[in-house]
């Protein structure tokens, strides 16, 4: 049973995710999680559940004994576990070389043995180097038997699960990122991987490229756009394929609550083979590293011994992928191509360090292309395990005179796939993790905006002033008011518009003289002694006037006191109104000056002003509610790439009705 067929969809999936949230104790969901596992496992026969028993019986006991063991002693006993888990993988490995075996078990390897003996010999290893074995056979067991990682990786340690073992806690938002990365893989492997397989297979009939007499024919059956078709396709094909298995395995364990590691971070977007190799199969790849190529010496050891280091890593790559001898050849490839890149380690660190320039991008479009080129071939040498179609397939690539660059049947097959091939190319670069880190962005801005907006509603933190203590509360009351009136300050302007209002009002005359000029200091300061003396200011304030000319004594009469200010206000009324006319008449004119260009822009600019509103109100909205909208966008998409899978498990798809739309 495979994650992509409709059995595990349809029936295993729903049944065994309804029993594991049945209840939320934690030993239930660990009870249904192991048994669920040995039913999986169970599809592939008694004999791969007998052996992974086995295998896990001997793991945990040797592992409890390198835990109890002297330090002396440690060393044999982990070589002798050590032996215990390789002799088993290299025969059933190499089982179909040995004569002596009978058929029915030539061949024979159990259901995923290359991968929980990695995963056991990782454990046996960190107990060797005194980390804690585990004493619960359960929970041992459930790190042995984790259906997810079961069948095509990651190889997962067990110090990455223990902790979740006996401890996790659900997660709607593991829960929704699960799910839509496990439909994601699905669609993946079904519309895009199953697609591509099928395509270099037609295009180019592998049983053609077995015949010896191919080097010598004249007019090869095909041309070269399908060689390169047929390459093209197989090389994306395993990529997809391979990084879809992953992402169901990680979709499953999220959604039960496990972190598993990532092992494949758009290996095609490397601009070099070792850059490839860190985005590849990371997990095997950090397995070899902490567990061959480190206890050997790692880069420590002088350049020679380091070579020698890598020869082996590569070997034991290329055998552990295969048990034909293309497989290793396909190591040594790698292994090649990392040492010149060793040699030119300087030269690559100084392009990787140039900043901008065309130069610079050109040397990195360089570099992408080189990457590609060595891949392209590198999965060639995977593909043929026969040497012969391998021999046929190299040459076919080195353009002979009598090999034709392009055939009607291949031109017709390409247009039909075109749509194909662009969404693979797409799929198989970092779009989606481009995606996702502007969406964590977006989300954290989100997050951020709330949380201020929260800090503003509930204050900051308790520490803002009070009602009584606050300014506004202060200018509100009474006193505040009585207080401000006394500040203002006594200009003569002030005063002889105050003597107006007193005319006007009908106030006796030595009221109007006391506010007038009741500040002595204040005359004082404004009309000065020294540089006054015609006018003989009484600054003392005692006399009963202020001036002492003849005809300041005189007292007008109140009936023309008040008409006279009644008639200055009008006049006042008047010269402002007129002000104000020719105010109006002025912009009035200045408006109708304005050019038909000048009215345009200013059209131009209040579009771009709803624009940059609009855009604002928009980006306002995403970052009030990002996060709802990227886990109902998610799981709006894990609907529809589940439907998707559906229709094509059940044949109903309409994909080649698409493509051949393009």
């Not at 995606?435 to 800090?455: C, D, N, P, V, Y």
């Not at 004119?589 to 600019?605: I, P, T, V, Y």
Request: charge should be neutral.
């Amino acid at each position: 049973m495979q994650f992509s067929q409709m059995i595990f969809v349809a029936g295993f999936l729903p049944l065994f995710l309804l029993l594991y949230f049945g209840k939320k104790e934690l030993a239930w969901k660990n009870a249904v999680f192991f048994l669920a596992s040995c039913f999986f496992l169970l599809f592939q026969g008694l004999l791969a559940v007998a052996f992974l028993c086995v295998f896990t019986l001997f793991a945990f006991f040797m592992g409890k004994a390198l835990g109890q063991a002297a330090e002396e002693k440690k060393k044999k006993i982990f070589f002798l576990s050590l032996a215990g888990i390789i002799l088993p993988l290299a025969f059933f490995k190499y089982s179909a070389a040995l004569p002596f075996l009978p058929k029915m078990l030539k061949g024979w390897m159990p259901f995923g043995i290359s991968f929980y003996s990695f995963r056991f010999i990782a454990y046996l290893y960190d107990c060797y180097q005194g980390k804690e074995a585990e004493q619960d056979i359960f929970s041992f067991s459930l790190f042995a038997f984790a259906f997810p990682v079961l069948s095509q990786g990651p190889i997962l340690r067990y110090s990455e699960m223990r902790e979740e073992i006996k401890n996790r806690a659900f997660s709607y938002e593991a829960f929704s990122h699960g799910l839509f990365r496990f439909t994601f893989g699905l669609w993946k492997k079904l519309a895009l991987a199953d697609a591509l397989g099928s395509l270099s297979v037609e295009v180019l009939s592998l049983d053609s490229l077995k015949n010896a007499s191919m080097l010598q024919s004249s007019s090869p059956a095909f041309s070269f756009l399908a060689v390169f078709l047929s390459g093209l396709s197989y090389m994306l094909q395993i990529f997809l394929d391979f990084s879809a298995y992953t992402d169901m395995a990680i979709g499953i364990g999220e959604i039960c609550g496990f972190t598993l590691p990532e092992n494949f971070q758009a290996p095609y977007s490397a601009r070099s083979i070792r850059d490839f190799w860190r985005r590849w199969h990371i997990s095997l790849s950090m397995f070899f590293r902490d567990y061959v190529y480190i206890p050997l010496g790692g880069n420590r050891v002088p350049f020679p011994l380091q070579v020698r280091n890598l020869l082996l890593i590569w070997v034991l790559t290329g055998i552990w992928h295969g048990s034909t001898a293309n497989f290793i050849l396909w190591g040594l490839y790698f292994f090649v191509f990392i040492l010149l890149e060793l040699c030119c380690k300087k030269l690559w660190k100084r392009i990787h360090k140039s900043e901008g320039g065309a130069f610079s991008i050109v040397l990195r479009c360089l570099q992408h292309v080189y990457t590609l080129v060595v891949l392209y071939f590198s999965w060639i040498l995977f593909r043929f395990s026969d040497f012969q179609s391998l021999k046929n397939i190299l040459w076919l690539h080195t353009l002979p005179k009598s090999l034709a660059l392009v055939d009607g049947k291949t031109l017709l097959i390409a247009k039909s796939n075109i749509f194909l091939l662009l969404v693979a190319i797409l799929f198989s670069g970092n779009l989606l993790s481009s995606l996702e880190e502007e969406w964590q962005k977006l989300l954290f801005r989100g997050k951020s905006r709330l949380a201020r907006k929260k800090r503003a509603s509930l204050g900051f933190y308790g520490m803002e002033d009070s009602e009584e203590d606050s300014p506004e509360a202060e200018t509100d009351s009474p006193e505040a008011r009585t207080d401000s009136t006394k500040t203002v300050v006594n200009t003569p302007e002030v005063t002889a518009i105050d003597a107006g209002e007193a005319a006007l009002k009908g106030v006796p005359e030595a009221t109007v003289k006391e506010s007038v000029f009741g500040a002595s200091s204040d005359r004082k300061e404004l009309f000065p002694e020294e540089k006054y003396p015609m006018l003989k200011l009484s600054l003392d304030g005692e006399g009963d006037s202020c001036f002492e000319e003849p005809w300041m004594e005189t007292e007008v009469p109140k009936e023309e006191a008040v008409s006279l200010a009644e008639e200055g206000v009008k006049s006042e009324v008047k010269a402002d109104a007129k002000i104000e006319s020719e105010e109006l008449l002025r912009e009035e004119k200045m408006e109708a000056e304005l050019s038909q260009e000048n009215q345009e822009d200013l059209l131009r600019h209040e579009k771009i002003l709803r624009r940059i509103q609009r855009r604002t109100k928009l980006n306002i909205f995403f970052l009030d509610h990002a996060e709802q909208l990227y886990f109902w966008g998610k799981l709006l998409a894990a609907i529809a790439f589940l439907l998707l899978s559906f229709a094509l498990m059940a044949g109903q798809s309409y994909m080649p009705f698409l493509y051949n739309q393009f």
